[in-house]
């Protein structure tokens, strides 16, 4: 892999103070000489980029360089320098580095940030990212959020350095929804859970009173649909994030599970089971009508747009075991996908568009795999004694899945498209079925 660096640029962004915050950038100054910067993959091995992050100063500077510095060394395309092993100092940001003593440590990337309280109460932040072998900046950016959304500029930081140095998007400003378990296997207990992608500020946004299955994230809003079981009843809910508000999607003949938003965030597709039969349908959300997509003899569930929202991938038995399918959105042209052996499930298609990931399983073992919209190119990227349930982060780069081994909970798990960064998600407690909410504004 290449850690591309491109043109430096100053720039500005403002936070507002609701929970998402609307972001604003506008160039501050001319942008300086290209100064290419490279990390590779050698022989399956990757070997990081390494980056120093200087304590920031400020009243929430320290806390802002520590997750800033988590959020790089967990993509595992960035080496954090111990803050120990650093000889120069004090920095300043507005002050050019001493760039040999950096060099002296291996350092190839320093940042140098600052923080303080305006009159106004709001918390301004700024930084600048060095090349210190091209003994020049690449980067500075200014936030300016009320002090609680602290961690929000953290976030934004280590997107823009991510950005700059891979030439790809960043994913760290970022939730997940997952089902948070509790209580013994025979008695288990499944509530809505979020938090920030890097385990903080965990909320449980139900009461247990039903089990929660299936939730996703709307790709053009902070809005969640997900499935809720109860005693003699199945029922699909949207709730806005922000707002709290929760409405359920109608009534239905029959028990619905699995829904999933279009790209455009207008229409849920969703399963429903009738006397065993298992069809696709589709619901748009504006005026609350809904069409059958499917109406073969057999189980199609797990429907998932592509972006552009012209098909669906799903998963069917119709040949005899679960495999991967796709169809167009109105349900015609189905053309099966998975040519391998073993069992397909749970397909995602990447915000991208360029790979659908899936669950496999075969071997007696569970795999998360990718493989183009064609089914060309097929590729496990990790597997296990169970694992299933892929989301991708919004950049189309990362994975995150639920892995569980004999007589362990289940925990979050992420592995890059690569499959060579593999890591538990930073949540400590018992969770399934995450979904990657698309970048805060």
Not at 378 to 397: I, K, V
Request: net charge neutral.
């Amino acid at each position: 892999m290449r850690l591309i660096a491109l043109f430096a640029a100053m720039t500005s962004l403002v936070l507002s103070s609701v929970a998402v915050p609307t972001v604003a950038q506008t160039p501050a100054t001319p942008p300086a000489a290209d100064a290419p910067i490279e990390g590779e993959v050698t022989e399956g091995v990757i070997r990081p980029y390494p980056i120093a992050i200087a304590p920031f100063s400020g009243p929430h500077g320290a806390d802002i360089a520590k997750v800033v510095a988590a959020d790089l060394e967990r993509s595992g395309y960035f080496q954090v320098i111990d803050p120990n092993a650093f000889i120069q100092r004090n920095l300043d940001v507005s002050v050019t580095p001493a760039f040999d003593a950096w060099r002296q440590i291996n350092a190839q990337g320093l940042v140098i940030g600052a923080d303080v309280l305006d009159a106004d109460g709001r918390l301004r932040s700024n930084f600048r990212l060095w090349d210190i072998y091209g003994q020049q900046q690449l980067l500075g950016i200014q936030f300016t959020a009320t002090p609680e959304n602290w961690r929000r500029i953290a976030h934004k930081i280590a997107d823009a350095i991510y950005e700059k140095l891979t030439g790809e998007k960043g994913y760290f400003d970022t939730r997940i929804v997952f089902v948070a378990e509790s209580g013994p296997k025979t008695k288990r207990v499944k509530r809505l859970g979020l938090m920030d992608q890097d385990g903080a500020n965990p909320q449980y946004l139900t009461d247990g009173s039903c089990q929660v299955m299936t939730p996703r994230f709307s790709s053009t809003s902070q809005e969640v649909t997900y499935m809720c079981l109860g005693d003699n009843y199945a029922r699909i809910y949207l709730l806005n994030l922000d707002t709290r508000r929760q409405e359920r999607l109608g009534e239905f003949n029959g028990v619905v599970f699995a829904p999933r938003f279009s790209p455009d965030g207008t229409k849920v597709v969703f399963s429903v089971e009738r006397a065993g039969n298992v069809d696709l349908m589709m619901m748009n959300l504006r005026t609350r009508s809904t069409s059958r997509l499917t109406s073969d003899p057999s189980i199609d569930t797990s429907g998932s747009f592509s972006p552009d929202g012209r098909l669906i991938v799903f998963n069917s038995d119709r040949g005899g075991s679960p495999q991967l399918y796709v169809m167009n959105a109105d349900g015609s042209g189905v053309r099966r996908i998975s040519q391998g052996g073993g069992r397909y499930h749970t397909p995602v298609w990447s915000p991208r568009g360029d790979w659908i990931a899936f669950t496999k399983q075969a071997g007696g073992r569970f795999s998360i795999g990718v493989m183009r919209p064609d089914g060309s190119g097929e590729r496990l990227l990790t597997s296990s004694y169970f694992e299933e349930g892929p989301s991708w982060a919004p950049n189309g780069r990362y994975i995150m899945f639920h892995r569980e081994a004999p007589g362990v909970n289940p925990r979050l798990w992420y592995v890059d498209l690569s499959g060579r960064v593999e890591r538990q998600a930073p949540y400590s407690g018992s969770a399934s079925d995450p979904a990657w909410s698309p970048l805060l504004d």
